[in-house]
Structures are given as C-alpha cells and as structure tokens.
C-alpha cells in the first residue's frame, strides 16, 4: 500500500510516520515544511495545481494529514487548518489517483459537553475558539468533498513528546523545575478540568485502522473516560517520586478547600498532597472545551476494530522520562 502521509514533522505525525514505517506492507513517502520530508511542500500556500501533480506522480492509495497549526490567531489557524485541507480536497479530486483520504480532527470541534456525558460523532459541532472552528471546517469541506474519506476526531493525546504547551506538558515541565530548584511546593491552576487522553502511539494505531477500513463519516478516537487533571498531576507527582505539595489556585467560584493525597506505589513516597488554596475567577479553558470532555468511542470499536491500549500512568510516566533527562 503506498500512503502520501503530510505533516509528519508535527507531534502526531511523527507517531504516524513510525508506526506505518513499521508495516512492511506500506510504502511511505512524507510530505511536510520541514527538511525531515521526503518532499518540501506547504499545504497552507502550495497550489492545488502543484499538489495534483505530485499525486499523479506518487499515486498514493492513501493520503493522511497530520498536517495543522494548534496555536496563533484566527487568520494563521484557518490558513494552516482549512485552507491547507482546501488543497487537499480539491488536489485529490483533480488527480486520478482516487486515493483515500484520512483527515486528523480534534474534539475540539465540539466544544464544551455536559459534565458526565458521552459525546458521539452525531453531537452538534459548537467549538468554543479559533482553533476549533478551524478545524471543524476542515471537516466539513472533507465530508462535503465527495471523497472516499474519513476524519478522526483525537480528543487529548498525551504520551513521549507531548508538547511543553499543553496542560500535561506544562505540568512536567512545571515538576521538573521544582524538583530541579528543590522547591517543595508547586503552584497550578485549572486541575479541576476532565479530559479524555489518549496515547498518542495508540492514535497511529488508529490512523493507521482508517486507512486500512471502509469507514467514512467521523470517528471518535479517545480513551473513553475523562480524567481530571488533579489526578493526572498526582499520578504524575507520584511517577516522578514528588514528595512535596501542590498548591491548586485559580479554581472555580463557590468551591470549597481540597486537600489529596497522591496514593505512593509500593515501598515508594507517599507522593505529592494537593491543596486548593484561594477562590479565583475559574479555570482557564485555551482548548475552548469548558471543563469536561469524553468520547464515546463505539464507532471506533465497531468500524475500525480499534480501542486504546496504553494506560494514562504509563502516558505519564514516558512524559516524566523525557522532562526528567533536562534535570
């Protein structure tokens, strides 16, 4: 099977890449901005004209985009997000090809949820920010496109790599500083938000089932099971042997006082105690998502044979190996 895979040099992609490089029956060629591509293109100002030559010269039977921008303003995120799949759409319907397209979304195209619910492929799409209603247009121009395609919608993924800029991230990166320093006390906000991670290694797994599948339409792709983040970091506080305390700020109106204990392993620290301390204004939501978001992942069990695999602890504990080498 020979796959056109695009944006192999972002955090997915490079998953994607080695996950597919490791089937022997696919034939891989990486298209990206970046000098680690096969082949230099910017989906975000390339020509569908450029793009369709290079199809027919290629004549891949699969096209993956990985490719996207998860950060910057409203005019940069459309230019990357739907314009970039604009090219695509329209290059594949002009080639000859007549390749499968597998589209990477996000949940962030939905929106917030109702704390304690599922959210299926036929929910109604309300994304809260720039980024969401970008990439939920790039849905919408890939289901309108004719095309044998199919979109993955990736609620949190987490894993080795994840980027310093997202919550997961920035609390390791925040760990590692004050064990670092020697500080036994750590300040964060916004731990009261529960969202669904899922491994990044088990999403290649899933792209890598789509395009293998007949499956058209949206698929969820998530763990199925929303984690608050305050339990996130004392897992993570745990894994990393953080002894000390972590301050909650920041949380929402009308809460009272919190104070847990991280549960230790076996024979290791007790692990870290988390404190709410002060009554803010509520909690950030830069995903534009609210506070709660899980997946209803039936569709990917049914149509893709997939499920995840790899448990949040051990997501946390690859992220803590990689901050833990810049110590």
Known sequence: MRVLLLGSGGYLGRYVAEHLLADPAVQLTALGRGDDADVRFDLSTGSPGALTRFLNAVHPGVVINCAGATRGGARELTRHNTVAVATICESLRRSGCGARLVQVGCSSEYGPSQPGSSTAEDAVPRPGGPYGVS????TELVL???????????????????PAGSPLGRLAEAMRRAMQAGDGELKLSGLGVQRDFVDVRDVARAVHAASLSAAQGVVNIGSGRAVRLRDAAAVLARVAGYGG???EIDGPPGRGPLHHTAPGGPGGPAGAQIEHVGGGAGYPY????????QADVRTARDRLGWRSRIVLEESLADIWMEAACRI
């Open 135 to 138: 990439k939920l247009a790039a």
């Open 144 to 162: 309108g496109s004719g095309l044998d395609a199919v979109v993955l919608r990736v609620f949190s993924p987490v894993g080795p790599g994840t």
């Open 245 to 247: 305390t972590l301050h």
């Open 286 to 293: 830069p995903d534009g998502c609210g506070s709660w978001q």
